[in-house]
T-cell receptor
Framework: ETGVTQTPRHLVMGMTNKKSLKCEQH?????MYWYKQSAKKPLELMFV???????ENNSVPSRFSPECPNSSHLFLHLHTLQPEDSALYLC?????????????????FGPGTRLTVL | SQQGEEDPQALSIQEGENATMNCSYK?????LQWYRQNSGRGLVHLIL?????REKHSGRLRVTLDTSKKSSSLLITASRAADTASYFC??????????????FGKGTKLSVIP
């Protein structure tokens, strides 16, 4: 798990709080991802960044705001969340996005942040 | 939309037995990957099989792919208590603009009893 790290590992917040999740990858990768994992639901892709540019936003509510200041760091800023946003938030990175006909980019996942919204 | 769907949802076996998990998907794919997740942790990539491959091995893992039936299976032989985890299949398909997207199923929760 030293390749992709996430902090904090656990977070409890009220609906009016503002907090941020942090992800850092030490693999020299160019693409980073945020996923949401809720109980009994498939892993949901939220955002994709490539070379610090957002390339995908899967209809995520605006109370989730990603930020990618450089290719090694990815943040997820949280504001006025709802109890149903409680989940495990996973960050991942990969060498690339599969451009130039190469789709076989393995994703490396961090350990996740367990978020509870009260 | 959900692509991979694992079956069964939960599987409990004795140590030393083989465990078989299945995955079905709906659309054509470039490749299919299997991941493992220990409780409350991140996912770890296990094995990738390309759409033109039928079978692949890695240690105690054996993966098959049948593109005509749009299904894959993961076999773990001689299971150990440490294999207890959730296993997910993920399909890789083209999502446009030169990029590919992983779409995960809900997973199979495997319990190996010592």
């Amino acid at each position: 798990e030293t390749g992709v790290t996430q902090t904090p590992r656990h977070l409890v917040m009220g609906m009016t709080n503002k907090k941020s999740l942090k992800c850092e990858q030490h693999l020299g990768h160019n693409a980073m991802y945020w996923y949401k994992q809720s109980a009994k639901k498939p892993l949901e892709l939220m955002f994709v960044y490539s070379l610090e540019e957002r390339v995908e936003n899967n209809s995520v509510p605006s109370r989730f705001s990603p930020e990618c200041p450089n290719s090694s760091h990815l943040f997820l800023h949280l504001h006025t969340l709802q109890p149903e946003d409680s989940a495990l938030y996973l960050c991942a990175s990969s060498q690339g996005l599969g451009l130039a006909g190469d789709p076989y980019n393995e994703q490396f996942f961090g350990p996740g942040t367990r978020l509870t919204v009260l | 939309s959900q692509q991979g769907e694992e079956d069964p949802q939960a599987l409990s076996i004795q140590e030393g037995e083989n465990a078989t998990m299945n995955c079905s998907y709906k659309t054509s794919i470039n490749n299919l990957q299997w991941y493992r997740q220990n409780s409350g942790r991140g996912l770890v990539h296990l094995i990738l099989i390309r759409s033109n491959e039928r079978e692949k091995h890695s240690g105690r893992l054996r993966v098959t792919l049948d593109t005509s039936k749009k299904s894959s299976s993961l076999l773990i032989t001689a299971s150990r208590a440490a294999d207890t985890a959730s296993y997910f299949c993920a399909t890789v398909d083209y999502s446009g603009a030169g990029s590919y997207q992983l779409t995960f199923g809900k997973g199979t929760k495997l319990s190996v009893i010592p």
